[in-house]
């Protein structure tokens, strides 16, 4: 069985609206028609990468080929977890959860984007707390990190909304353009004293755990 040679396939992480696990090939062909249909406003860009100017259909194949990529080069030290996010069996955005040396710094990083139809309903926030809740309760991680461009207010949201603290900032060029990064930092206590979202449940983790570096 597929599951028994890479346990990730079994990893299930639910909200009340939501369910984040690895796509299968129909559901990853589905995220990159999502992808191709527009995942924000073209005006701005989002992503250190500009992945999104490219035409619709190489948007899409970018999509296979970066979780493909995140797979093959998978190792305890240097991880990347592409979550499909689906509410009611469609997949409506990826969540991405990564960590280098885990075992040791007990820290991971935070990613994502929502397909443009399904902006707006709470589902950034819940598809967050939910990886939250995988790192710090399942993983046992200390300290979650993320971080936005000054021009993406609702991404800034989510993760202020979740207790955040500001992290200082990083300038870079993206369009040929410099922009600014915010970075943003969650403790291990912030999350545990800050505010509470949707409840959280996991299946699936235990076998997985040595690929992520975390212990029993």
Partial sequence: MLNHHWPLFGLHVRTPRLELR????EELAELGDLAARGVHDPARMPFNHPWTDLPPAERARSVLQYFWLSLGRWTAEDWSLLLGVFRDGTIVGLQEVCAKDFATLREVRT??????????????????????????????????????????????????????????????????APVTEHRLRLTRDQWETGPQHAEVTIDGLAPCLPLLGASA
Avoid: K
């Avoid at 690895?22 to 090939?25: F, G, T």
């Avoid at 994502?112 to 939250?132: K, N, P």
């Fill in 22 to 25: 690895l796509p299968d090939a």
């Fill in 111 to 176: 990613g994502s984007w929502l397909g443009l139809e399904h902006h707006g309903q709470g589902i950034g926030t819940e598809m967050r707390a939910a990886v939250l809740h995988l790192a710090f309760a399942g993983l046992g991680a200390e300290q979650a990190r993320s971080g936005a461009f000054s021009d993406n207010p609702a991404s800034l949201a989510v993760s202020r909304g979740l207790g955040y603290r500001p992290d200082g900032i990083h300038r870079l060029v993206v369009r040929g």
